[in-house]
Every structure is written in structure tokens, then in C-alpha cells.
């Protein structure tokens, strides 16, 4: 099984920084990408930055110069370093993995349990 563990998340004011982590661990043939989604209440899950095994970065346009991506690609860990935090960023964050636990199998997406972010004075 493949498990993924994120921590970091918590309550900041408006303007502050948190920094979440991630690491994915058990049977790991291949990581494709590593990356951070988040879901607002009554809204649904989106793309908050991606970062694929070749270096390429995907950014969401509401996060941009915000936020950073990082990873460790030998310890299969992925970071997010948030900075200028804003209300609108409060929401659970999730980290996700693209990855493949043999060579046999396709590539297939994990998740994990999720972190509380809230922004608020």
C-alpha cells in the first residue's frame, strides 16, 4: 500500500506563512508528480501547484508568487511553502501523488487524509 502524510497546516492571520509537507511512502515503483490540491467549503477540489519528476511546475493562477512547490524526489517528500496568506486560501489541503507501484501497472493518483488551513484575524 501507498500512504501519503501531510502536516503543517493550522491557523495564521491574513498576510502570514505556513509551509505543509508531505511524504509518500510504502511500495513506490515510479513518481511521476507530486503535488497540493485544496477544497473550500461548498466548493470543489482544485489544483493548487504541481511538480512533475523532470522539474516542470504548475502553479494556480490565484496562488502564483504566493506560494511555493518543492520536493525531495529521493524521500518522495513535497512542500508548499505559503506566503501573503489570504482568506480566500483558507481550505483543507490535500496532497496527491501521480506514481506507479510496480512496472506493471499504469500510473494512478493517491491522496492523502487532508490538512485544515484557515486564514483569520
Known amino acids: 500500500q501507498v500512504q501519503l502524510v501531510e502536516s503543517g497546516g493550522g491557523l495564521v492571520q491574513p498576510g502570514g506563512s505556513l509551509r505543509l509537507s508531505c511524504e509518500a511512502s510504502?511500495?513506490?515503483?515510479?513518481?511521476?508528480?507530486m503535488g497540493w490540491y485544496r477544497q473550500a467549503p461548498g466548493k470543489d477540489r482544485e489544483l493548487v501547484a504541481s511538480?512533475?519528476?523532470?522539474?516542470?511546475?504548475n502553479y494556480a493562477d490565484a496562488v502564483k508568487d504566493r506560494f511555493t512547490i518543492s520536493r525531495e524526489h529521493a524521500k518522495n517528500k513535497v512542500y508548499l511553502q505559503m506566503n501573503s496568506l489570504e482568506s480566500e486560501d483558507t481550505a483543507v489541503y490535500y496532497c496527491?501523488?501521480?506514481?506507479?507501484?510496480?512496472?506493471?501497472?499504469?500510473?494512478?493518483?493517491?491522496w492523502g487524509q487532508g490538512t485544515q488551513v484557515t486564514v483569520s484575524s
Open positions: 511538480i512533475f519528476s523532470e522539474g516542470s511546475i
Open positions: 510504502g511500495h513506490i515503483f515510479s513518481m511521476h508528480a
Open positions: 496527491n501523488a501521480l506514481l506507479k507501484r510496480t512496472s506493471a501497472e499504469i500510473w494512478s493518483n493517491y
